[in-house]
Nanobody
């Protein structure tokens, strides 16, 4: 069992920056990957960025060079630094963790709204 709580969303102007946080608790030692997905109104949820236990990262092509995912193991927290924001980035951002503990399990946070104005 893992609980995920996102924070840091808000309203920013195009070209601005924002940092999202995802605090994990529970069986954190079983987390294999953790990262961010987003869902804009009327669209499917999509991968934004993930980081694996190994430290390897993966980004959506649309955010490469603008977003950076990182983690603070001491605080059990994952961050998403978002720079050069575009109105297309407007969405609810969800933290997602994949656990490997005899089986593969997926947990989601409740989401945080990011709105980029033009």
């Amino acid at each position: 069992q893992v609980q995920l709580v996102e924070s840091g969303g808000g309203l920013v102007q195009a070209g601005g920056s924002l940092r999202l946080s995802c605090a994990a608790s529970g069986n954190i030692n079983s987390i294999y990957t953790i990262g961010w997905h987003r869902q804009a109104p009327g669209k499917q949820r999509e991968l934004v960025a993930i980081i694996a236990r190994t430290g390897d990262t993966n980004y959506a092509e649309s955010v490469k060079g603008r977003f950076t995912i990182s983690r603070d193991n001491a605080k059990n927290t994952v961050y998403l630094q978002m720079n050069s924001l575009d109105p297309k980035d407007t969405a609810v951002y969800y933290c997602k963790a994949t656990l490997v503990d005899g089986q593969i399990l997926t947990y989601w946070g409740r989401g945080t709204q990011v709105t980029v104005s033009s």
